[in-house]
């Protein structure tokens, strides 16, 4: 019998697979406890090591972040800011919902819902890290952003992100959640040196965060994860991408209605260029502020956020600022084209041709409405250039007559203009392109209240990137005749009056030791015997001489400097002094006519109103003097009424008659050009402002033998006193007691004809005499004439210019036309 052997049946053969599937279960489960364990080592490892060593959270629960220097006009017009950080608080209720919700949209979606720290966010970017390898991807909550911006780093590691969650923790405790966004709103950067949208909200549309749209918002919005990569600024495609994803978002998330998505999507937006940041040009305003907050409260001004409140008027300072401006580019255009600035090579490789282009531009920046071009090609005819943001520009016909001389072939190699020439361009009146050139002139304007003393407008030259010194404040320059007008003053307390008769006739003055003699002289012949009043209004030299050493040099320069605040050291005591031989600044003169206009008070100019803190807290407040108040007398009433009569005569039918365009009577004022047309000016004023204008060289040379200062300065006080004297009505000053009108002149009632009044000055007996003076001057053969008359009480002068004077100024006289 054959033995078989037995055997046993094989298993199914799906039965190896439940044993698999434990086996992984069981490494899955091991995984997922080692996490856990890992979690709750590194977790106790946080709680035992880390979290001992937070910061303390005083600085957001006492949250005073660096806030700059902020500067505003009287009517609360941001004029310019000082400071590393550009920020301003504001309260989380006054921000508009549009912008928060564009923030949650984009960065925190659940921020009301989670404690601080997002834990479903940090599981994807850990997936995410872990496909992509390192820490790419952050999951922050604007708590743990909160954190990081105010107490870390911003290094993506594991090691941060920790500290970042224990921190968000804390502060969730310690703040409410609107306490947490307001912080992160005011706090976070945004690129341009702006820290919080409300300062990032000026830097880029140039509005108050209130005031902002739905686009400008998801703008905005974008900025936080990368404010160099979106920055609308430098990478306006990237900022729009990202504010269209934000709109989808807060579509999405029921933040905002279709209607309001799409108006969003269209809006065309205007971003705000580095180079006009203020809405108003007050460059010399904000750093006269900023060095005299600086005296008192050194390096702190830039980060505690003071607030400074000026006594500037917004729309007169960018009237002052034009018309400077156009004051200045008018008469440089009137003297020529100097040629391009310079000529570079342009490659005939277009990538090197832009760069070179581009590079031309950065060394030749604009400068406001002065830009820079590139030629591409010129001719008699036509030029074609390139400006900065490659729009192209052709220019032919009136727009070349300026610059004709530098087309012809026959122009210097600097002269001419060709292909490569960098020149610049202003629009016109009809913003029309036009060939300019940055002036080498400067100029300045000065505007008061004469009441007190408020600068209303101050404008120190022409370009403050070109030029930081300030001509108003720091200039001293001889005033040439606007200082007239302060002899007259001192003569009226000596029995002078209008209607006295001063004979311009030629006069020899001798000279000190080894000096020649002086004879003062007008660029017109001696007209003989006139009035007080038509001598200022021709600006008559010799008569206001003769009227000088009549009354007395030392007692002139006493009772003009102790009268009108002049500094004595630099009015010195020689008869050259009736011609503006002396030194003042544009200040000093505006204060000085301002006691004209005011009715004979001293004011002292003062630019800040008031000064706070961050928080609102009062730190400082003017205390101006004023007219009629408490401000000391300087004249009486009765010198300042007369003499606005007198120089209201100049304004209107004198050398300042170009006034008249204005349309107005109540206009007083003086022009000024000092020897060889060095100085331009004109001073003046109507009852509610006093403004003085000035032009001239840094390096004092003649502004051309045909200027005056009814050219040069007279056109720019006009367009800024056309905008600033708008709807305010004429104004007549009120008789004021001491003052009598006898035949239709103006004299004092302690002078009046017959009873102290000083007639004449320097008129011969003799009528026939009288009328050849003048003649026998005109044609060289003059007898020299002293004064023939003294004011009562006047010492007997024996003035002169002494030993190393300087060449005595005179004003050129100009006729009612200005010529």
Not at 514 to 528: I, K, L
């Amino acid at each position: 019998m054959k033995n078989t052997k037995s055997r046993r049946p094989s298993p199914p053969s799906g039965s190896a697979q439940p044993r698999s599937s434990h086996r992984l279960l069981f490494i899955l489960l091991g995984l997922l406890l080692a996490a856990v364990v890992t979690l709750g080592l590194l977790g106790a490892y946080a709680v035992i090591f880390m979290k001992p060593r937070l910061p303390s959270l005083d600085a957001i629960i006492d949250y005073q972040p660096k806030i700059p220097l902020r500067i505003y006009s009287a009517d609360h017009v941001l004029l310019g800011e000082f400071g590393q950080e550009k920020r301003s608080l504001v309260k989380l209720g006054e921000i508009p919902a549009n912008m928060k919700n564009a923030v949650l949209a984009i960065e925190d979606a659940r921020f009301y819902e989670h404690g601080g720290v997002d834990y479903i966010g940090i599981a994807r970017a850990a997936l995410s890290d872990l496909v992509h390898g390192g820490a790419s991807q952050g999951a922050s909550t604007i708590t743990m952003q909160v954190a990081r911006n105010v107490f870390l780093s911003s290094e993506k590691t594991y090691t941060r992100k920790i500290y970042e969650m224990l921190l968000a923790g804390e502060i969730e405790a310690a703040l409410t959640k609107d306490q947490i966004l307001e912080v992160y709103m005011n706090q976070i950067y945004l690129g341009q040196r702006a820290f919080g949208f409300a300062a990032a909200a000026r830097v880029y549309f140039g509005r108050e965060l209130k005031d902002i749209t739905l686009a400008q918002a998801a703008m905005l919005a974008g900025l936080p994860k990368a404010p160099s990569a979106y920055n609308p600024v430098v990478n306006p495609k990237r900022a729009q991408q990202r504010q269209q994803y934000i709109l989808k978002r807060m579509l999405d998330l029921g933040y905002i209605s279709k209607p309001e998505y799409d108006q969003a999507i269209a809006e065309d937006i205007h971003v705000k260029s580095s180079g006009n940041q203020y809405d108003v040009h007050a460059e010399y305003v904000t750093e006269m502020v900023r060095q005299m907050l600086y005296a008192q409260y050194k390096d702190d001004i830039y980060t505690r956020g003071f607030n400074v409140i000026t006594t500037i008027d917004a729309a007169g300072q960018n009237a002052a600022y034009q018309a400077v401006r156009n004051g200045v580019m008018d008469y440089d255009r009137r003297h020529g084209y100097r040629g391009p600035e310079t000529t570079i090579k342009l490659p005939s490789d277009a990538d090197q041709r832009s760069d070179a282009i581009d590079d031309a531009f950065d060394e030749y920046p604009d400068h406001d409405d002065i830009v820079s071009a590139v030629v591409l090609d010129a001719g008699p005819k036509q030029i074609r250039a390139v400006m900065r943001d490659d729009q192209m520009v052709t220019l032919n016909g009136e727009a070349l007559r300026f610059v004709a001389a530098a087309l012809s072939p026959k122009a210097s190699a600097t002269m001419r203009i060709r292909e490569g020439a960098v020149i610049r361009l202003r629009r016109d009146a009809k913003n029309n392109w036009q060939i300019v050139q940055l002036p080498q002139v400067e100029a300045t304007l000065v505007s008061m209240t004469p009441q007190d003393g408020a600068i209303r407008a101050l404008i120190g030259g022409f370009d403050f990137a070109q030029n930081k010194f300030n001509h108003v404040t720091q200039a001293w320059r001889q005033p040439g005749s606007t200082f007239k007008p302060f002899i007259y003053s001192a003569a009226l307390e000596k029995g002078y009056a209008p209607a006295s008769i001063i004979n311009d006739a030629p006069v020899t003055y001798p000279g000190g030791p080894g000096q020649d003699d002086w004879q003062p002289h007008d660029d017109d012949p001696p007209a003989g015997p006139m009035t007080l009043r038509v001598a200022l209004q021709k600006s008559i030299n010799l008569v206001a001489i003769r009227t000088l050493d009549a009354i007395g040099v030392q007692y002139a320069q006493q009772f003009i400097t102790q009268h009108f605040g002049f500094d004595a050291d630099k009015t010195p005591q020689y008869l050259p002094l009736a011609l503006g031989a002396g030194q003042t600044t544009p200040m000093q003169l505006a204060s000085a006519y301002s006691v004209f206009a005011n009715g004979g008070y001293t004011i002292q100019p003062y630019l800040i109103a008031q000064v706070t803190d961050a928080r609102g807290k009062l730190l400082s407040q003017a205390q101006p003097l004023i007219a009629e108040q408490n401000a000391p007398r300087a004249i009486d009433a009765r010198n300042s009424y007369v003499m606005t009569s007198l120089l209201q005569s100049v304004a209107q039918n004198g050398t300042g008659a170009r006034t008249n365009i204005l349309h107005r009577t109540d206009l007083a004022g003086k022009t000024g050009t000092t020897n060889d047309a060095v100085d331009g000016w004109f001073a003046g004023y109507q009852h509610t402002l006093t403004t003085v204008a000035w032009m001239g060289y840094d390096q004092p040379k003649s502004l051309g033998t045909k200027e005056f200062g009814a050219q040069l300065a007279l056109p720019i006080w006009l367009e800024y006193m056309g905008t600033a004297l708008k709807n305010v009505p004429n104004y007549k000053m009120p008789i004021p007691d001491g003052v009598q009108a006898v035949d239709g002149e103006l004299y004092f009632d302690n002078f009046t004809p017959g009873n102290g009044f000083v007639a004449s000055l320097g008129v011969d007996s003799n009528p026939v005499s009288n009328a050849l003076s003048g003649v026998a001057a005109f044609f060289g053969f003059g007898k020299s004439d002293s004064p023939s008359g003294s004011a009562p009480g006047a010492p007997a002068s024996s003035s002169k210019p002494p030993m190393g004077a300087p060449p005595p100024k005179s004003d050129r006289l100009v006729d009612q036309y200005g010529h």
